[in-house]
Nanobody
Framework: QEQLVESGGGLVQPGGSLKLSCAAS????????MRWYRQAPGKERELVAH????????TYADSVKGRFTISRDNAKNTLYLQMNSLKPEDTAVYLC???????????WGQGTQVTVSS
């Protein structure tokens, strides 16, 4: 019943932009903080960005700070990640996550592939 479905990934040249979406259903999206993670082959999954339930504050990994922006539209039950000035090292599967709380377990989406290459 609970679902997180990412979309918007694809192939982009260095310096380009992509906007990822994560559509949530089956739970009260507006009650939860949300996160974007990424995972590249052979590397540990890393936290990219975090957003509180109300939309502020937000936090970012140092590697994406100033280039990526996490946002949400609680009325649409959707989480976003705007990615600008993309670099080859940004290539990864990007996943949205609902972090665990004292009242509910965490939940992960399936991920969307982002490839940055010339």
């Amino acid at each position: 019943q609970e679902q997180l479905v990412e979309s918007g990934g694809g192939l982009v040249q260095p310096g380009g932009s992509l906007k990822l979406s994560c559509a949530a259903s089956g739970f009260n999206f507006g009650d939860y903080a949300m996160r974007w993670y990424r995972q590249a082959p052979g590397k540990e999954r890393e936290l990219v960005a975090h957003i509180t339930s109300g939309g502020t504050p937000t936090t970012y990994a140092d590697s994406v700070k100033g280039r990526f922006t996490i946002s949400r539209d609680n009325a649409k039950n959707t989480l976003y990640l705007q990615m600008n000035s993309l670099k080859p090292e940004d290539t990864a599967v990007y996943l949205c996550r609902r972090p665990r709380t004292p009242y509910r377990p965490d939940y992960w989406g399936q991920g969307t592939q982002v490839t940055v290459s010339s």
